[in-house]
């Protein structure tokens, strides 16, 4: 489930910016006394919602320089389960 959420976060995350992208961060309006405003475009608040969700998200599975250096290494010359596992096979 949470990697469901990861990519969820990231496929909407991603459809705001090229949204962002094809239209600008800015649109113009008109009030009614006739003058022009200048106002951020709605996906721009959309867009930082879906990062800080997806940023939890890559935090979560240590995918972030500051989280990758909290997830354990395996100590150096040493095979992991999988490699092991290859190695007997080969004998």
Known sequence: ????????????????????????????????????????????AMMADAWKRLRSMLTEFGMTPASRSKVPSPEPGSLDPFSKFLSAREE
């Open 1 to 44: 489930m949470a990697l469901e959420l990861l990519i969820g976060a990231y496929v909407e995350w991603r459809q705001h910016r090229d949204g962002i992208d094809k239209e600008g961060h800015f649109y113009k309006t008109q009030s009614q006394d006739g003058n022009v405003m200048i106002r951020p475009h709605p996906q721009v």
